[in-house]
């Protein structure tokens, strides 16, 4: 099976601009969404995964907007990307999907199948959902994504990305090389300010306060697909305490939880995650 670059590359235009994806495989449908972070993107957090779920399922990487890729359209990106799912979905006809979300697309599948459950079947979440518990807030990991957003520079990046792994051997000269070239991009960087810079950061703390709306963690008991949340042992990005809250109030909710494993758990226990993810996806 063909799940390189260039042959899975596709573009769909909507209403809101033009949505990027990589498509592959047959069987039901897929939808596989990334997280936030510097130089972050659909396929870099999907790519080595494509293929193992390409041999069940007919997948889809959504590029979000806002990240370099996709067209970007008005407004906080983390609040965006779960209106352009359902526009996605819409403009290719699939009428519902099981979704995968890594972290930030964690939280964007849960908001999707809350606001529209007709159209998620089943929900795996990598780390993200839910709220810290025992860990410190902001994590390690936001504070070393707020510092690079007030002022970015190869070595903060390089200390966020050990930080999202347990083994420092992932991190390569290659994968520092292609974030680091990412985040230069200058949406890419106004994007992740948006989310992690320090202003962003505090307006969002001064509307919580504020705000009479629950937190979007204490609605979960609405997500009423089945749902599998995984997590790594060693994530200091979202720490493993925040899956107690998700593991309870979501209805169908099972957790599982890798050792010797940081926060991209598709990229660290791919082997593991892929096995245990298919299961649950073809029960």
């Known amino acids: ?39 972050v993107s659909g396929w870099r957090n999907y790519r080595g995964n494509l293929e193992a779920f390409a041999e069940h399922f007919h997948c889809y990487i959504l590029e979000f907007p806002g990240f370099g890729i996709s067209d970007p359209v008005d407004g906080q990106p983390m609040m965006t990307a779960a209106a352009s799912v359902v526009r996605f979905m819409k403009a290719l006809n699939i009428e519902s999907a099981a979704i995968i979300g890594n972290s930030m697309g964690g939280i964007v599948g849960a908001n999707v199948a809350m606001t529209h459950p007709h159209l998620v079947t089943k929900l795996v979440t990598i780390g993200g959902v839910g709220s810290n518990i025992f860990s410190q807030n902001p994590s390690e990991g936001t504070r070393l994504l707020q510092e690079f957003a007030d002022g970015p520079s190869r070595e903060k990046l390089v200390r966020w990305l050990n930080c999202m792994v347990y083994d420092p051997a992932e991190i390569t000269e290659e994968r520092i090389h292609e974030r680091w070239e990412s985040a230069s991009d200058p949406e890419s960087h106004e994007s992740l300010s948006a989310m992690y810079g320090s202003k962003a950061i505090e307006e969002r703390q001064h509307s919580m306060t504020n705000s009479d709306l629950p937190p979007h963690w204490s609605m979960l008991h609405k997500v009423k697909c089945p749902t599998l949340l995984t997590w790594g042992r060693d994530d200091r990005q979202c720490p493993p305490d925040m899956a107690m809250i998700p593991m309870r109030y979501i209805p169908n909710a099972e957790l599982h939880i890798f050792p010797n494993c940081g926060h991209w758990v598709m990229i660290e226990a791919q082997e593991a995650f892929e096995r245990i993810a298919s299961e649950f996806l073809l029960r």
């Open 1 to 39: 099976m063909n799940t390189v670059y260039e042959s899975t590359k596709r573009e769909v235009i909507t209403d809101k601009g033009v949505l990027r994806y990589h498509e592959a495989g047959e069987g039901p449908p897929l939808l596989l969404l990334h997280g936030s972070g510097i130089g």
